[in-house]
């Protein structure tokens, strides 16, 4: 209902012309959908003073602790931060068209194989000017991760976590546990926490991922970093003896995982272990979000994934990163360089930090001493490793994990015992989807 | 601006237009026309938007995906896209662990549709249809599931099997170390599971289709069959039912294509896990989200194409022979 100026309502449309404009509208936006994906921040063109911003942040803790960094630095710099963020399943889920389109100057992403894959396909421009600055205030094996496969900077790191098992102190004091260093004295443990009336390993991998983890952990304490490296990027064979050596392994283990564990989500299998029905548990330190009573949270302490292979101790922490990229035509590439290089300063992180505090900063000169006792370990046990994974899905191929390795790690847990011709068939699948591009 | 046209619009649409326009006078000196130039435009408009938004999203994109189904395509850039030939079916029918258990448990769930909620539905509809007591209510209740979107029954369901704090594993005690009945996971139950909450919708569903064709049977059917002394089952199955044939072919194709575009039910269930694979979830899981395997997302559609025309073609054959003999 419009008003004319008089104040007078002006006669409605007539039906038929309603229609004719209905279906006009219908036409544009039938016409419009290509236009859609424009979008996203090209609205502030080449304003010096604005940096655009894809996030895919969209919980409320981190994404309040992003803002945090950005106002800071906007009154460092007089930079503003056009952040525009989107659901974070959607967001991974669009971003291979969201690359091609019209992306923002900068957006949230992951190191590894999942940087390297866009950087390859010219979708992110490199910047090795800003980490001419930077460079001092990470340790080598971030900087491994920030890299090309040409060698270039792709990527600024902020944060990562670390997987590990995961158990409650008063637990573990309660029935004289200790924490294993070794293989024989995990399945021990697990052998007693069973006759305690515990799950010794909680456990769900509704999600399809948690298993993953799994995997990653018996795969480098096995056969170490490199094959880990070798066998995520496609090179080495699945069907190798190595790899049948892990599985065999998890199958000892698997007795010990909680019951039903393909209908569970990793939340509820975390609550078994908030409840001490559950001994341990294997995840990222973000299971501390589960723990929330200020209490369970202060119980709450893990240890590094037990020695199975001496050669190799434990030497690769699981350590997913999560960090920022360029677009591939930044368009204010002058406020984006600064911009980085103040996300790549350790002030940068603490703010970040002091909001979420289930994970560690990625730079090894940031302050530690607000540090909960839980991040002190985690960043010990980052900073200690010899080598860092990210997690089996952000070290290969996307399409290979979630379409053949999820369902075959699932079969796996459903059936340990048709191992042969699962590794056969994840190999000849692997052949295929690594053949193409 | 799309304000200001509004405004506009209906002074031109209530004036009614000048004899003087040149299109009225050609039109007065030709023949008559019957319909004016503000209809023809109309006309133009109603029946040009769906058709271009047809041809734009139903065949270009279907052919489009049958043309991608030769090819590999990561979705970056069209200068990627590389022809290989059969190969994406040949992977399909013989590597892919998850192409026949999808074929399988489609072919399950039209099976498990037609033979339980289907009669089900008919004999709910049966007895609805004789004016009992609160029958409107009755309805409603059955009905209910039908309105409720696929996705929101997945997700109450999933609720109700949830291994832990799930409605059934509670009430039978199943929640306990050792005792786990695992409806989601377990690829011996979990189709099964599903199919319970797919056929709780399908039965509204399938009541609601026969209780319309049963309104539409000649009572004097019913009253002659009494006469001749049938009794209700007789005059049921030799009377009522025959006549319900239309009905009954309308019910197949709906089950056929319920069963063949079955998804978000499953998806929002388990996300199609080892037992729940469906074919429409594989062309997902392929296609979209940074797998982006769209060659062979589109062979996966390609052959869910195939079994919908193979089902869909003789229908339609058959229906309009019969349209034509009429």
Redesign the interface.
């Known amino acids: 209902m419009?008003l004319?100026p008089s104040g007078l309502s002006?006669?409605?449309?007539?039906r038929?012309?309603l229609?004719?404009?209905a279906?006009?509208?219908?036409?544009l936006a039938?016409a419009g959908i290509p236009l859609l994906s424009a979008c996203g921040g090209s609205g502030s063109a080449a304003d010096p003073k604005t940096v655009t911003l894809g996030s895919n942040a969209s919980d409320a803790v981190p994404k309040k602790a992003f803002a945090e960094i950005y106002a800071t630095f906007r009154k460092r710099s007089g930079i503003t931060v056009d952040v525009n963020t989107k659901d974070h399943n959607t967001f991974?889920?669009q971003?291979?068209?969201y690359l091609?389109g019209t992306p923002d100057d900068v957006f949230n992403w992951f190191a590894g194989y999942?940087m390297q894959f866009f950087a390859a396909?010219k979708?992110a421009t490199p910047i090795d000017d800003v980490w001419a600055k930077i460079e001092g205030n990470f340790p080598e094996a971030m900087k491994k991760l920030s890299k090309g496969e040409d060698g270039k900077y792709y990527f600024v790191p902020l944060y990562t976590y670390p997987w590990a098992l995961f158990y409650r102190r008063s637990v573990f004091q309660q029935h004289g546990y200790e924490v294993p260093t070794t293989w024989d004295e995990l399945v021990a443990l697990c052998k007693r926490m069973k006759k305690d009336g515990l799950?010794p390993i909680a456990f769900g991998?509704?999600d399809?991922w948690p298993a993953m983890g799994t995997f990653d952990q018996i795969n480098f304490r096995l056969n170490g970093y490199d094959f880990h490296v070798e066998l995520m990027g496609g090179k080495a064979s699945w069907t190798d003896a190595k790899v049948k050596s892990v599985f065999d392994h998890w199958s000892e283990l698997l007795p010990y995982h909680?019951?039903?564990?393909?209908?569970?989500t990793w939340q509820?299998a975390a609550?078994?272990l908030v409840a001490k029905k559950a001994g341990m548990y294997l995840l990222g330190s973000f299971v501390g979000q589960q723990f929330t009573d200020k209490a369970d949270l202060d119980d709450l302490d893990f240890f590094a994934f037990p020695e199975i292979n001496p050669a190799h101790g434990q030497d690769t922490v699981e350590a997913p990163t999560d960090g920022f990229m360029v677009s591939k035509a930044p368009k204010n590439h002058a406020g984006v360089v600064k911009l980085l290089e103040y996300l790549g300063t350790p002030e940068a992180e603490a703010v970040y930090l002091k909001a979420d505090s289930s994970v560690v900063a990625a730079s090894s000169k940031a302050d530690t001493s607000s540090y909960t006792a839980l991040q002190k370990k985690a960043y010990t046990m980052i900073s200690g490793a010899k080598s860092l994974t990210q997690f089996m899905d952000r070290d290969s191929r996307?399409?290979f994990t979630?379409?053949v390795m999820q369902?075959?790690l699932?079969?796996f847990i459903?059936n340990p015992k048709g191992v042969d011709g699962l590794l056969s068939?994840i190999e000849?699948?692997k052949k295929?989807?690594f053949a193409?591009? | 601006m799309?304000?200001d046209?509004?405004?506009k619009?209906?002074e031109?649409?209530?004036v009614p237009p000048p004899g003087a326009a040149p299109g009225t006078t050609r039109a007065a000196r030709g023949h008559r026309r019957l319909l004016t130039r503000?209809d023809r435009?109309?006309l133009a408009?109603?029946a040009g938007?769906p058709t271009?938004?047809h041809v734009?999203l139903v065949w270009v994109t279907a052919l489009a995906s049958i043309l991608l189904a030769f090819t590999?395509w990561?979705?970056?850039?069209f200068d990627?896209i590389?022809w290989?030939g059969l190969?994406n079916f040949e992977?399909l029918f013989s590597?892919?662990?998850?192409f026949w258990p999808a074929v399988q448990h489609n072919v399950i769930w039209f099976a498990a549709l037609i033979l339980v909620p289907t009669p089900f539905g008919l004999f709910l509809a049966v007895q609805l249809d004789k004016r009992i007591r609160f029958s409107r209510v009755y309805q409603t209740a059955f009905f209910l599931p039908v309105v409720i979107s696929m996705a929101c029954i997945g997700f109450v369901w999933q609720l109700v099997?949830?291994?832990?704090?799930g409605l059934i594993n509670s009430v039978v005690g199943a929640n306990e170390?050792?005792h786990?009945?695992?409806?989601?996971?377990?690829?011996h139950l979990?189709l099964w599971a599903v199919l319970v909450a797919a056929s709780w919708r399908h039965t509204g569903y399938m009541m609601i289709l026969y209780l319309a064709g049963l309104k539409s049977v000649d009572p004097s059917l019913r009253e002659a069959s009494a006469l001749d002394g049938a009794n209700e089952w007789q005059s049921f199955r030799h009377v009522v039912f025959p006549t319900l044939r239309p009905t009954n072919t309308v019910v197949l194709v709906v089950t056929i294509i319920e069963a063949l575009r079955a998804f978000d039910l499953v998806f929002v269930f388990?996300?199609g896990?080892?037992g729940t694979?469906l074919l429409s979830i594989l062309v997902t899981?392929?296609i979209?989200?940074?797998?982006?395997?769209i060659g062979y997302g589109s062979a996966i559609a390609v052959v869910l194409l195939v079994i919908s025309l193979a089902v869909i073609i003789p229908y339609l054959v058959a229906t309009f022979r019969k349209e034509r003999r009429s």
């Open positions: 419009r004319s002006l006669p409605g449309p007539s038929r012309s229609l004719s404009g279906g006009g509208a219908a036409l039938g991974q889920e971003i291979n068209s091609q999942r396909k979708l799950v991998d509704k399809a909680q019951d039903g564990a393909m209908g569970r509820d609550q078994t996307p399409d979630s379409t369902p075959a699932q079969k459903q068939s000849r699948q295929t989807i193409s591009s | 799309t304000t046209t509004t405004t619009t209906p031109a649409a209530t503000r435009i109309t408009f109603m938007v271009v938004l734009a590999t990561d979705g970056i850039g990627s590389q290989v190969e992977q590597d892919n662990p998850q099997y949830n291994p832990d704090t170390p050792g786990y009945i695992d409806w989601i996971g377990d690829p979990n388990n996300k896990a080892q694979e899981n392929n979209i989200g940074e797998s982006s395997r």
